[in-house]
Nanobody, 117 residues
Framework: VQLVESGGGLVQAGGSLRLSCVAP????????MGWYRQAPGKQRAFVAS???????NYADSVKGRFTVSSDNALKAAYLQMNSLKPEDTAVYYC????????????WGQGTPVTVSS
């Protein structure tokens, strides 16, 4: 299964971006989809996730600014990012779990987000 992300780019601090993640050809729903990010020189870190049924989870650093959502079938996920800060600059990766919701077995190629001050 291939996950395809889009929506990254360059934005000024305080601006917004919306990331999308789709799974072309996916026949069945995932059990969970998530977003991670990796800043230069740092390890990949959890950002947000959504499970079948709609429950969401966020990293403390993005609570109140980012919103994760999905389509009804949980085969696509979105990340609305508002009030962006320079420290949000990273490559953002989409992940999907076909089995246990906490075990992501599919990853996208990443989309870069750069927030200028």
């Amino acid at each position: 299964v291939q996950l395809v992300e889009s929506g990254g780019g360059l934005v000024q601090a305080g601006g917004s971006l919306r990331l999308s993640c789709v799974a072309p050809g996916r026949a069945s729903s995932f059990n969970a989809m998530g977003w991670y990010r990796q800043a230069p020189g740092k390890q990949r870190a959890f950002v947000a996730s959504i499970r079948r049924g709609g429950s969401t989870n966020y990293a403390d650093s993005v609570k109140g600014r980012f919103t994760v959502s999905s389509d009804n079938a949980l085969k696509a996920a979105y990340l609305q990012m508002n009030s962006l800060k320079p420290e949000d600059t990273a490559v953002y990766y989409c992940a999907a779990a076909s089995g246990a919701p906490v075990l992501y077995d599919y990853w996208g190629q990443g989309t870069p987000v750069t927030v200028s001050s």
